[in-house]
């Protein structure tokens, strides 16, 4: 485990890579004991600061949920951090391209919740429960620590990876269609780059939604009522630059599009 002063410079390493847009050498390369825990330990103080400076949590992101996703970065176990309210766009949005460091784009389904979830022993059925909405989203993913060689260590300091979302489409009750065969294309410049399935996010959307009720219940925290869930994204990530337009077809659930500049 590191110790509370290597966590706090960490912590404050990540703030300053955020806001330089020049991302910080690999933690594992520079601490090989490095633990998940104390990833989360930095994410956790990560937070923090950035909620001190004035900016408001409202939901999480699950990341590598997916086959596609876990072949992509070669790491095999779902991780997740925080969202903040001026990570969150609406679709039609223009987002600038400099604000984010190598930015990529996923497609997701994200959960609003309308009751709270806690941890140990939430089911999937308890999340279904729980869920207001299910909305179509893309994600945004962002890199404050280089990215050649990243581990599972290295992507929960940086907030998994965390940038952005942009939420559109047309929300649905979580009952109203079958979420496992919610499908999307995703093109860039009109052209289609991946296709996927929501069954490919662990067999069903809303099981990373539990898992992270039960993960974070261990540090005594819980999801709220009018959190928002990023459930984890069924294509492989797709690089963006300054001019590229993204569209997103989910078919009877609407369209979500950005524009990058």
Not at 5 to 14: K, N, R, V, Y
Not at 217 to 224: F, I, P, Q, T, Y
């Amino acid at each position: 485990m590191l110790d509370p002063q290597t966590i706090s410079q960490i912590a404050d390493e990540l703030l300053d890579a955020a806001r330089t847009r020049t991302p910080v050498p690999l933690l594992t390369a520079r601490y090989p004991g490095m633990t998940v825990e104390d990833s989360y330990a930095v994410q956790r103080l990560w937070r923090q600061r950035n909620e001190d400076a004035g900016r408001t949590l409202v939901g999480r992101k699950i990341g590598l949920t997916s086959r596609a996703m876990q072949a992509a970065t070669g790491i095999t176990e779902p991780d997740y951090g925080a969202i903040f309210d001026d990570m969150v766009f609406e679709t039609g949005c223009s987002v600038a391209w400099d604000t984010y460091t190598h930015p990529r784009v996923e497609v997701e389904l994200a959960f609003v919740l309308k009751h709270d979830l806690v941890g140990p022993g939430c089911t999937i059925f308890d999340v279904l429960n729980a869920t207001d909405y299910v909305v179509p989203a893309l994600e945004i993913l962002d890199s404050r620590i280089e990215m050649q060689g990243r581990t599972i260590v290295d992507t929960i300091a940086d907030n998994a990876a965390m940038g952005a979302m942009v939420v559109g489409g047309r929300p649905v009750r979580p009952d109203a269609v079958d979420l496992r065969w919610v499908s999307a294309i995703l093109y860039k410049n009109q052209v289609v780059e991946e296709t996927g399935v929501a069954a490919g996010v662990l067999d069903h959307p809303a099981a990373g939604v539990h898992w992270l009720a039960n993960t974070i219940a261990a540090h005594g925290d819980g999801l709220k009522a009018g959190d928002i869930i990023l459930a984890g994204s069924f294509t492989r990530p797709m690089w963006v630059h300054a001019g590229d337009t993204v569209h997103a077809d989910y078919g009877p659930l609407g369209a979500v599009t950005c524009r990058v500049h």
